[in-house]
Every structure is written in structure tokens, then in C-alpha cells.
């Protein structure tokens, strides 16, 4: 322990993870901050980190107000009937209101837009998408941020939030280790704003053994943003509203350009159109729902599975019509290129060229996430022009823990934000942390040297784990006395694949089994007590599934209690298989009591507050 040097940073903001949310917090922090220390810490680098490191396609959520394109309105009803009615409007609507101002901000940054060449606008490539050459959009934003902080960290995984000592429920900062140095830093702050980005390898992909790291979220993202909240005693928000994707096979390349571009199309094995084919029993699930348009995403990926479970498959893409043309051939590599490189290569591999052959499509495994097209996360307060008493404690996008805040996939409730919208709301969350330390809320913040200690001896224990318990190593990796990270993670994969719904059993749960994954997943946290680590890059792994293993227990229990299937496919409530919205057309908000770690569970109100006041007039 003595041997990891403790490094001590007081600060004003601190910004947790340099992704798209952190950067734009980083940024506008010192915008309203003038005088404040501002402080990004990140777990990689922050000019290539996070979701957006290789790059980006498009832009997916910008309005286009100054043409009249569309309005924050339009947003909301877009997003709401997306997820099935299940939105925070006033999050939603918030961050509509203000995403065109951050797009314009990355155009004078440098960042290439395409233009229409007709009307000098953005390029859209559907309602809600422009189009950018945006390879270098993270080096980009992070430039910015970098131009704002005091100083940004990189390589430093924040494992812990720090508690004020002296008043209850209110945070103090935050710990993390380096990862190269293996130095222990202490980070105490006046607000904290986590943007740790989602979760991926929760549930068991489908890619293993050595294609393992393929996934199509970033697999580098491991639920901090959700495990350090919900370890603190913050309520979460709609944390069984995983998502699954369809994306082309094995490379999980993008298709939403191929669909709004190209104007390409899925068909079954047999060349025909399968998702009409499930209209009827999908209405019997959802009722009305399935005749919105646009068609929810689960509920095309429902269409899919149903089709593929009964004897479909494989799904095409029919891109072999578009590609003769050599624009749109273009369009479709170079979509590829500047964001999921490895799709061109497993095309590659696998003889495919999409000009001849129409490649396959399959459903990934689900991912838990705030920013895209599903809305798990924190439960915040929304802006005070907006929200409703029960949406409102003060400050935009703080948690239920005084000085913490969300912005991006830590924030749930609002889905649909894309790169664009985290940022946005990394700024809107920054500028009310700014606005919390102005109104003094953050005075007399008492952080012991006792508190950061008890936190080192915590953080470092997998390696003293390991340092003891590899004397007894059988063969291999095999000891009785510890679990290696690897280990832990597959185990963890295992038990949220077959019990909680992963591609084992078709996305398919039950009360029964998830009942038994919480078993399961309570034992894994026992043995996780065991992880040992032999660097400090094993280190980093054990902390990151330490935080894996708790997002999922929050997931389970999230799960377990809404007794309906409201999104098929994402996944099924076998037990409960029908939307229920005499019941359950609410948000559910958990809280996990840090003390004894058990969770409890509520639901509260949705309130839609776009179409509210017509239909009020109306009646
Ligand atoms: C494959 C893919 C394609 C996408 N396509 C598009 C698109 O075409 N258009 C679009 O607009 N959006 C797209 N998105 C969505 C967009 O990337 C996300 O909405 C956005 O990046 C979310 O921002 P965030 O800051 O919450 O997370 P991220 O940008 O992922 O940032 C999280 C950051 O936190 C860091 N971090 C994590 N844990 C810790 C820790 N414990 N300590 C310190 N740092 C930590 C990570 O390293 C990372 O830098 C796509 C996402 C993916 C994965």
C-alpha cells in the first residue's frame, strides 16, 4: 500500500470521464466558471476516448430550428413514441432546445459538415441526422475541453465517489488509481458531474474467445457511470430498458445510413418482407403502438427475432440494388471508414462485397445506456421552467445526492441524444454545477484523510489479492484463493445472458429466473471480494467489473419489477408478455441503500408535458 503514492487535488467542478458528455461539461463549466478549478478525469485519453473514438458518421440529433426543420416538440414526440411512451419530456424537450447551439459550435470548431449543395444546409440523412466527415470529431471536442480545464487527467479510473462528512447525502469528490504509474489519486470537489459513458459486456456477447472484444458499444465502456452513482445511494431510473441493436454480422457495423441513404432494405432468406408478417401478433402484444410511425426500434427488432426464431433467417440487407449506383457505393464504404472500420474488414474476410452479395443483419446483445435510442440511468432533476414538482430538487441534471450530476449516458430518462445531445447536456449539467457552488451549497465540505484511506486499501486490495493467492496457483490461472478478472466477467456474462435475457433464451425472462440471477449475481459479488489482479492494467479490469456486477444487479432488480413486456424486442417478461398500461405506463426509479446494499423500488409518474396543454385546451 505505502509503495502507491496518494495524490491530492482540490477543485471546484470535477468532471468525471472525458467522453462527449465530460468534454461539453469541461467546457462549459469554465464558460459560467470563470474563476473556478476545473479538473476532467479520464480513465483513457480523452483526444480517442469513449463511444466516439474512431469517429462518427453523422450527427444524429440536430433539430435544425434557424430552417424551421424541426422543433424541441418534434423531438420529444419522436423520442416518447420510441421508447413507448417511457420519457423524461422535460429532459428531452431541455436538451432539444439547446443541441442546435453545440452543433454550431463544432462547425466553427473545425468539425467538416457536408452540405446540401442546393439549400446550403447541413446534409440530413433523416429527420433527426447531418451528415459529418467525422473521423476526428473526439480530438475535436476534446480540444475544447482541454482549452477550459485546469488540467485534465488521463489514464486515472474513478473508482469511488468521496462523501461530505459533515452533512448527509452530499458529495465530496471523487478516487481513482493511475494506470501506469499505479498512483492513487484523491480528487475532493465542490460538485461532481459523472459522465462515465454506458455499459457494455454485461450481458455475454456474441462474439467470444478471441473476437470478444468486438461488441457494438464501445467495449471499453463498463457502467461507471452507473455503478459509481448507484453506490453512492442515488436513484436510478428505467434500468431495465437495455437496448439491442440490429446491425450488420460480426462487425456491427451502423445500417441507419444504409436505411436513410442508400434506401436500402431487409428481406428474410426467401426475399420477402417478414416484418408485415408479424403485424397482427405484435399488435396483440403492444395493441396500438405498432401502427406509430415511425415503427419503434424494438418493435422492428421484435418483427426479427420472431422471424428468425421461426426459421427465417438469415435477414439480408438488400444493398446489392443501391451499390450499382457508384455514389451510393461510395457513401456506403465511406461510412464504414470513418467509424467502424472493422465492418469493411470482416466483409473482407468473409467475401462479402455488398455490391453482389446482400449481407446479413443480426441482433446484438443488449447494452445499457442513456444516450441513444434507450434512456437507462440516474434519476435528475430537470430545469426549473419545465419539470413538474416530482421532476425538480433544484438544480438541472443533479442526482439525488447533493452536488452530483449527470450529463449523457449517466442521465436517465432521456434517450435519443446521440454525440450531440451528451455534449449538450454535459453543458447544461455544468452550467447548474456552477450555478450550486455560487449559491454556496457546497460550504463546509468535511472529507477526511481516514475516508481516502479506507478507499485506497479498498482499490489496491485485488493486487495484494493476487500477490498472496498466486502461490497457490494449480495451473494456469487456477487458484481455490482468487478469481481473475476474466474470470469474474464471464461468470457475470453468464448469469445476465441466461437469466436477466440475453441471446441464450431469445431475450426471454421471467420472475423465476430473474429471482435466480439476483442469487447468482449476490454470490459473484461475494467471490468478487477474491478478485486478484497482477498489474495495474488487471486492476483497472477488476474495478471495471466490480462496476459491471453492480449495473447488473441494478438491471435484475429493475427487471424483476416491471411485470410487463413494454418493449419487445428488447426483451420479454415471459410471465408477464402483454404492454401494460393500466399498470405501468410510469417510469421506475430504485435506490440502493449503501449500508446494507439491498435495493428498493417505486414508481413515479410519466408526465407528458408536450401535447399536455392542447389536449387541456381541447377538452
Ligand atoms: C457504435 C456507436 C455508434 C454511434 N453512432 C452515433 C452516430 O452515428 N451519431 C451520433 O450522434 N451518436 C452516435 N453514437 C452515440 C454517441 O457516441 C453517444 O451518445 C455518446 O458518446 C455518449 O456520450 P457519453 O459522454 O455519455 O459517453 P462516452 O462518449 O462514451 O464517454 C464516456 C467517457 O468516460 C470514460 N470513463 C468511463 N469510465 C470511467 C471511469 N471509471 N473513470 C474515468 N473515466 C471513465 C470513458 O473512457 C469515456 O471517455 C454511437 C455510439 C456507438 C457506441
Request: proline fraction near 4%; hydrophobic fraction near 35%.
Amino acid at each position: 500500500m505505502a509503495k502507491h503514492k496518494t495524490h491530492y487535488e482540490d477543485c471546484d467542478v470535477l468532471v468525471v470521464g472525458g467522453g462527449m458528455a465530460g468534454t461539453g461539461a469541461t467546457f462549459e463549466a469554465r464558460h459560467w466558471g470563470r474563476d473556478m478549478k476545473i479538473i476532467c478525469v479520464e480513465k483513457a485519453n480523452i483526444d480517442r476516448s469513449g463511444a466516439v473514438a474512431q469517429g462518427l458518421y453523422a450527427i444524429n440529433c440536430y433539430m435544425g430550428m434557424q430552417w424551421g426543420e424541426n422543433q424541441p416538440e418534434d423531438h420529444v414526440r419522436y423520442a416518447r413514441n420510441d421508447l413507448m411512451g417511457m420519457v423524461r419530456e422535460d429532459l428531452g424537450y431541455d436538451m432539444a432546445r439547446h443541441v442546435d447551439s453545440t452543433v454550431h459550435m463544432f462547425d466553427e470548431w473545425g468539425l467538416p459538415m457536408m452540405k446540401n449543395e442546393e439549400t446550403g444546409r447541413y446534409l440530413r440523412e433523416g429527420k433527426w441526422q447531418i451528415m459529418i466527415h467525422g473521423e476526428s470529431y473526439k480530438p475535436i471536442v476534446a480540444e475544447a475541453a482541454k482549452k477550459s480545464a485546469d488540467k485534465i487527467y488521463n489514464r486515472i479510473m474513478i473508482t469511488h465517489l468521496l462523501m461530505d462528512e459533515s452533512q448527509e447525502n452530499r458529495v465530496g469528490g471523487a478516487v481513482g488509481f493511475n494506470m501506469r504509474t499505479g498512483d492513487f489519486h484523491v480528487f475532493r470537489a465542490k460538485a461532481v458531474i459523472v459522465a462515465a459513458g454506458g455499459a457494455s459486456h454485461i450481458f455475454k456477447p456474441r462474439a467470444v474467445g478471441e473476437g470478444m472484444g468486438r461488441t457494438w458499444y464501445a467495449p471499453w465502456s463498463n457502467g461507471s457511470a452507473y455503478a459509481l452513482p448507484i453506490a453512492a445511494g442515488a436513484k436510478m431510473t428505467q434500468m431495465e430498458n437495455r437496448i439491442v441493436l440490429c446491425r450488420f454480422k460480426d462487425g456491427y457495423g451502423p445500417v441507419g445510413a444504409y436505411f436513410l441513404h442508400l434506401k436500402t432494405y431487409t428481406q428474410n432468406a426467401n426475399g420477402e418482407n417478414y416484418e408485415k408478417k408479424w403485424y397482427d401478433q405484435t399488435k396483440e402484444l403492444v395493441g396500438e403502438y405498432i401502427d406509430h410511425h415511425p415503427t419503434p426500434t424494438c418493435l422492428r427488432n421484435h418483427a426479427f427475432i420472431q422471424e428468425t426464431m421461426a426459421g427465417g433467417g438469415p435477414i439480408h440487407m438488400v444493398t446489392t440494388e443501391a451499390f450499382q449506383d457508384p455514389h451510393l457505393e461510395t457513401v456506403g464504404w465511406e461510412n464504414f471508414l470513418g467509424m467502424t472500420v472493422g465492418q469493411a474488414v470482416v466483409w473482407a474476410s468473409q467475401n462479402i462485397d455488398p455490391k453482389y452479395t446482400n449481407p446479413e443483419l443480426t441482433t446484438s446483445e443488449p447494452y445499457v445506456m442513456g444516450s441513444h435510442a434507450t434512456c437507462s440511468g440516474a434519476w435528475v432533476s430537470g430545469p426549473e421552467d419545465l419539470s413538474p414538482p416530482e421532476y425538480f430538487w433544484g438544480y438541472n441534471r443533479m442526482l439525488t445526492i447533493d452536488g452530483l450530476f449527470g450529463a449523457g449516458d449517466t442521465v436517465g430518462g432521456s434517450a435519443h441524444k446521440f454525440s450531440s445531445g451528451s455534449f449538450t447536456e454535459g453543458r447544461l449539467a455544468a452550467k447548474a454545477a456552477v450555478k450550486y457552488i455560487e449559491d454556496k451549497k457546497a460550504e463546509g465540505l468535511k472529507v477526511t484523510d481516514k475516508q481516502c484511506e479506507d478507499y485506497k486499501a479498498k482499490v489496491y486490495k485485488p493486487l495484494e489479492t493476487y500477490t498472496v493467492a498466486q502461490n497457490e496457483i494449480t495451473g494456469g490461472t487456477v487458484s481455490p484463493s482468487y478469481i481473475s478478472p476474466i474470470q469474474g466477467l464471464q461468470r457475470l456474462q453468464r448469469i445476465m445472458d441466461e437469466y436477466v435475457g440475453g441471446i441464450a433464451t431469445n431475450y426471454m425472462t421471467n420472475a423465476n429466473m430473474l429471482k435466480r440471477g439476483l442469487e447468482l449475481l449476490a454470490w459473484l459479488e461475494e467471490d468478487l471480494e477474491n478478485v486478484g489482479a497482477e498489474d495495474y492494467h488487471q486492476l483497472m479490469r477488476a474495478w471495471e467489473l466490480k462496476h459491471r456486477a453492480l449495473t447488473s444487479q441494478c438491471v435484475t432488480e429493475h427487471t424483476m419489477f416491471r411485470e410487463e413486456t413494454r418493449w419487445p424486442g428488447y426483451y420479454y417478461r415471459g410471465d408477464h408478455m402483454k404492454l401494460d398500461d393500466d399498470n405501468w405506463h410510469c417510469l421506475t426509479v430504485s435506490r440502493r441503500d449503501p449500508k446494507t446494499g439491498k435495493f428498493s423500488m417505486e414508481k413515479v409518474p410519466v408526465y407528458h408535458i408536450v401535447d399536455e396543454n392542447e389536449k387541456k385546451k381541447a377538452s
